[in-house]
């Protein structure tokens, strides 16, 4: 509007000054446009009063837009030694508001459970009430596997409910070679060791790993990498498949889910793995005495020695051999801290010299396959940290180096034409190389 009246203004004064020029001369030009100019601010003067009138009623109209425009987001990071209920009093929730959503969350997060680092989404109503913002939403995420978020209900108080997140798994497929160690092999390729113990756990019961492995062997690991739904990586899934190539034989292992939902590996054939008893309760030691007679080593004299004892580092983890029960966790002078368990089919195993029981470790608790039950000591009778293991059959003890445990279920039907549609699969993928390759 402006620039119209400035232009219509130019065009009148120009208009003039080219006529009273020719006929009065240059003084008469003057006073005529000076004249023409002062007749004409009154209606500039209001067309800018209407143009600024407009320019304030369209922002009231957005300002109304944006109160109206949604919930107000704000993202928390917890910090080390934060809590909860001072975030959310931070965050400008009142004292009372605050602590029924704590009460309210604690069915399904317990607030003490939280870590630095977890992120937090706050939700405001956008409409400011006397008491300011109001909260109406509290999302945590509480692990890469599940949301939490707490919602206002229609009553005004809240509201909880678990959101699963869906991971993304990118499958990695890892060869290697020993010559020393397996685990050294392995860490050099970066094989990540939960998945290295898991590979090994499900071989234990067909390879003794302080006695089948030599330089030379080699094996073959494709497991998956985990993604969030952000492209983060979160861990590690399970062992699909797995390899050993040793001296004198090769073994191959794959992880089928039956039609029941049960997860477990199996040989080639389409038979568990799984027996009755692993061949190694424990990792990373090595045998320190053998099964038989033996000159003891503190009191010198020759005696039965009715065990494998495996010297290892002090702390290290000790797995319970197969399913059971305990039947005793104690002490006794001789044997220290030791458990004792039962197995089905007849077996029973002992595991003595332990600093320390495993959590829920006692009489009459059931123990799985693979289990921590105990961890590596000094206790007893001993003159190093060792794990002294016991294998009975019957009442009778057997060289746990030799014992043989019945072979896992072999699968059937329809069962087993889906394995070995997933095994075919399985080996596609090994053979062809795809996935992320390391060397």
């Given amino acids: 509007m402006r620039g119209t009246m400035s232009a219509r203004l130019e065009r009148v004064a120009l208009s003039l000054w080219r006529k009273v020029r020719q006929a009065n001369g240059w003084v008469s030009a003057v006073l005529v446009v000076v004249f ?14 209407k143009e600024t009138s407009g320019n304030a009623a369209s922002e009231l109209p957005r300002t109304q ?17 934060d809590t909860l209920f001072a975030i959310l009093s931070q965050a400008g929730i009142a004292s009372s508001e605050a602590e029924a959503l704590v009460t309210s969350l604690s069915s399904a997060f317990p607030p003490t459970d939280l870590k630095a680092g977890q992120e937090i989404d706050l939700v405001f109503r956008a409409e400011e009430h006397a008491a300011g913002l ?3 939403a509290f999302r945590i995420g509480v692990d890469p596997t599940r949301e939490v978020e707490v919602l206002r209900s229609d009553s005004g108080g809240f509201s909880v409910r678990v959101i699963p997140q869906e ?6 497929l890892i060869h290697g070679s020993i010559s020393s160690t397996l685990y050294e092999s392995a860490a050099a390729a970066g094989l990540p060791l939960p998945v290295l113990m898991e590979m090994i756990r499900a071989f234990s019961f067909d390879v003794d790993f302080q006695r089948d492995l030599h330089p030379g062997d080699s094996y073959v690991v494709l497991y998956d990498r985990l993604f969030d739904r952000r492209g983060r990586q979160v861990g590690d899934g399970s062992v699909s498949y797995a390899s050993l190539k040793l001296d004198r034989s090769a073994l191959q292992i794959y992880r089928y889910t039956t039609s029941k939902g049960l997860s477990d590996y199996f040989n080639e054939a389409g038979q568990s793995v799984r027996k009755t008893l692993m061949r190694t309760p424990i990792q ?14 503190i009191h010198g004299y020759s005696e039965f020695h009715p065990a ?20 005793y966790a104690g002490y006794s002078s001789e044997y220290g801290n030791f458990v004792r368990l039962r197995h089905r089919n007849g077996y029973a195993t002992l595991y003595a010299h332990m600093g320390a029981f495993a959590r ?8 799985s396959q693979g289990q921590v039950i105990g961890y590596v000591g000094l206790t007893g009778v001993t003159t190093g940290p060792h794990l002294h293991y016991e294998v009975t059959y019957r009442g009778e003890h057997v060289n746990p180096a030799t014992v043989v445990s019945p072979p896992g279920p072999i699968l059937a039907g329809d069962e087993l034409e889906r394995f070995l549609s997933t095994k075919r699969l399985l080996d596609g993928f090994v053979r ?8």
């Fill in 134 to 136: 109001q909260l109406i």
């Fill in 65 to 81: 837009a944006q109160r109206e425009a949604g919930p107000i987001h704000k993202a928390v990071t917890v910090a080390g030694g």
């Fill in 167 to 172: 991971l993304e798994a990118r499958p990695v």
């Fill in 36 to 49: 023409v100019v002062l007749l004409l601010i009154p209606s500039f003067s209001i067309s800018m009063k």
């Fill in 284 to 297: 990373g030691a090595w045998i320190s005495s053998g099964y038989g007679m033996r000159a003891h080593p």
């Fill in 432 to 439: 062809e190389g795809r996935g992320e390759r390391r060397l």
């Fill in 360 to 367: 829920g470790v006692r009489s009459g608790a059931a123990v």
């Fill in 308 to 327: 494998l004892d495996f010297a290892a580092p002090l702390g290290t983890p000790i797995m319970a051999a197969g399913d059971g029960v305990v039947l």
